[in-house]
């Protein structure tokens, strides 16, 4: 059974950093070939959106464009964690941040209807 588990959410102010976790559970970041892993957030009302992501095929690494430069996505696959480090963070981006994986995918995608498993979310609130 794959299960994703976040932590490290929290309250920040505007311009501080934070630092997610994900610990995966049901499959090995190191022997499967053929996934992404990454995260999405949804803020209140509204719809996911994608934030970035670590694909298998190829270990390319994939932010949206808005958190490019500010947030870093990497992964411990002796420990079978994906993280994400966010430094200059904005109110905007007060949401609940989910850990998500797709388990056949050779490419990252945005969509989030391509991604079969999903963490039950960490809020993170960044306050002005």
């Known amino acids: 059974e794959v299960r994703l588990m976040e932590s490290g959410g929290g309250l920040v102010q505007a311009g501080g950093s934070l630092r997610l976790s994900c610990a995966v559970f049901?499959?090995?970041?190191?022997?499967?070939?053929?996934?992404?892993v990454g995260w999405f957030r949804q803020g209140a009302g509204k719809d996911p959106e994608a934030v970035s992501f670590?694909?298998?095929?190829?270990?390319?690494?994939y932010y949206e464009d808005s958190v490019k430069g500010r947030f870093t996505i990497s992964s411990d696959n002796a420990k079978n964690m994906v993280y994400l480090q966010m430094n200059s963070l904005h109110p905007e981006e007060t949401a609940v941040y989910y850990c998500?994986?797709?388990?056949?995918?050779?490419?990252?995608?945005?969509?989030?209807?391509?991604?079969?498993?999903w963490g039950q979310g960490t809020q993170v609130t960044v306050s002005s």
């Open positions: 998500v994986a797709d388990l056949t995918a050779a490419y990252c995608s945005s969509w989030r209807y391509e991604y079969d498993y």
């Open positions: 670590i694909g298998s095929t190829d270990g390319r690494l």
């Open positions: 049901g499959f090995n970041l190191d022997d499967k070939d053929d996934y992404c």
